[in-house]
């Protein structure tokens, strides 16, 4: 397996663990961070034997931001000529099932880098925000998007604009985090969930993630229309017939993975 300096990588069993990993910078996402990310990204979607993916950070911070130091010096055209942050696009076309466990701090990019992610589980000590107004610049990895259509506009104005930070109950009761989660079980938790949606058909799953992503994308009608066409074409997979036959001869079902 490559070896990695910003993050670790573990497979265990069905489920691909991302840990980022630089704690003298609060995790802050540079362009090291990224490459690494998304090679190890590509290892788990190409790996039949991983069902999941889970990425996490430390106790302390999830990720406090993109790298500030590393963007400080930077020209316009720097930015523009490295389409600077278009390699996160990578995370949102994930097919696999993709879970963020938040511990601490998610601010800026690592807010966003959460918001990527399908399932958005918080530790309760996690902390929410879009500060990047208090450094002359704006969100830059969709913070302004994802976060307005997880919050509604008059949360996500607020926090933008004046770049508090929000606390993990909070952040449920708004809608972006599916749920809360005592500090020291949130790992375990959040393994759990992720190994649940290893043991499902993984082609089912990702078909299921792509369902419910193009709701954000798409018309009622037209989305509609994509689940229908998609729950059709389940009918020609073995997993649906062994789903279901499973539920008639109340057994557990056996996925293959066809
Ligand atoms: N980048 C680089 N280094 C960081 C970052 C960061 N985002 N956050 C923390 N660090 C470093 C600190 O510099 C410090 O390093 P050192 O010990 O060498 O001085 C170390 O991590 C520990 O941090 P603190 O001492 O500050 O720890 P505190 O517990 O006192 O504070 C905070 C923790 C509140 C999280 C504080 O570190 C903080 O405010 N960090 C910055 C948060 C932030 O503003 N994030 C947004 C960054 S911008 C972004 O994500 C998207 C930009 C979009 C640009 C669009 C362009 C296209």
Redesign the pocket.
């Known amino acids: 397996m490559t070896d990695f300096e910003t993050i670790l990588l573990e497979k265990r069993g069905r489920v691909g663990v991302i840990t980022l990993n630089r704690p003298?910078?609060?995790n802050?996402l540079n362009s090291q961070v990224l490459q690494e990310l998304v090679v190890a990204l590509d290892d788990l979607e190409t790996d039949d034997g991983i069902g999941a993916i889970l990425i996490t950070g430390s106790e302390r911070a999830f990720a406090?931001?993109?790298?500030?130091?590393e963007?400080q010096p930077k020209s316009y055209m720097d930015?523009f000529m490295a389409d600077?942050?278009a390699g996160w696009d990578r995370l949102a076309s994930a097919r696999k099932p993709t879970i963020a466990a938040v511990s601490g701090?998610a601010?800026?990019?690592g807010c966003e880098l959460a918001m990527l992610c399908d399932i958005l589980l918080a530790s309760d000590t996690a902390k929410f925000g879009q500060?990047?107004i208090?450094?002359g610049?704006?969100?830059?990895?969709g913070g302004s998007q994802r976060l307005t259509r997880a919050v509604g506009k008059a949360k996500a104005m607020d926090l933008v604009l004046t770049g508090r930070n929000m606390d993990a109950e909070e952040a449920e009761r708004a809608g972006l985090v599916a749920r809360v989660i005592p500090a020291d079980e949130l790992l375990d938790e959040a393994l759990k969930t992720a190994e649940t949606i290893a043991s499902m058909s993984l082609p089912v799953a990702m078909v299921a993630k792509e369902a419910v992503n193009r709701s954000f994308e798409t018309t009622l009608s037209e989305g509609v229309r994509f689940e229908r066409r998609v729950f059709h074409s389940l009918f020609a997979t073995e997993d649906q017939k062994e789903g279901m036959a499973a539920f008639v001869e109340k057994r557990a079902p056996e996925f293959k993975n066809r």
Not at 137 to 141: C, E, K, M, N, T
């Open positions: 003298k910078a609060l802050a406090a931001g993109a790298d500030i130091k963007m930015m600077f942050f701090f601010l800026g990019g500060p990047e208090k450094l610049v704006i969100p830059g990895i």
